[in-house]
């Protein structure tokens, strides 16, 4: 199921509310996402909405993977997606 996932849903920080960001729009089993902007477009709350879907603890944020080949959101695992890396600065 994990290679259906084409993005993540996030609120919180600089998303008050529910925003869907589709970082996978096509379907391929090898997926790398790089994200840019300007300062303060959101970058970093990208990076910690991942990184919760991983396992970590944030307060600040809720965020769920999203897999668009069925239009839902995945319930994160008691532990989190174990094959979810991120590298922020």
Not at 56 to 85: C, M, Q, T, Y
Request: with cysteine; charged share 25%; aromatic share 12%.
């Amino acid at each position: 199921m994990f290679e259906t996932i084409s993005g993540i849903v996030i609120k919180g920080r600089c998303f008050h509310n529910e925003q869907r960001l589709d970082f996978f729009p096509k379907h391929k089993s090898d997926r790398l996402a790089l994200v840019y902007g300007k300062d303060g477009s959101g970058k970093t709350t990208c990076a910690k909405a991942f990184s919760l879907c991983a396992g970590n603890i944030l307060a600040e944020l809720e965020a769920s993977l999203f897999d668009a080949e069925h239009n839902v959101k995945l319930l994160r695992p008691e532990n989190g997606w174990k094959n979810i890396f991120v590298f922020d600065e």
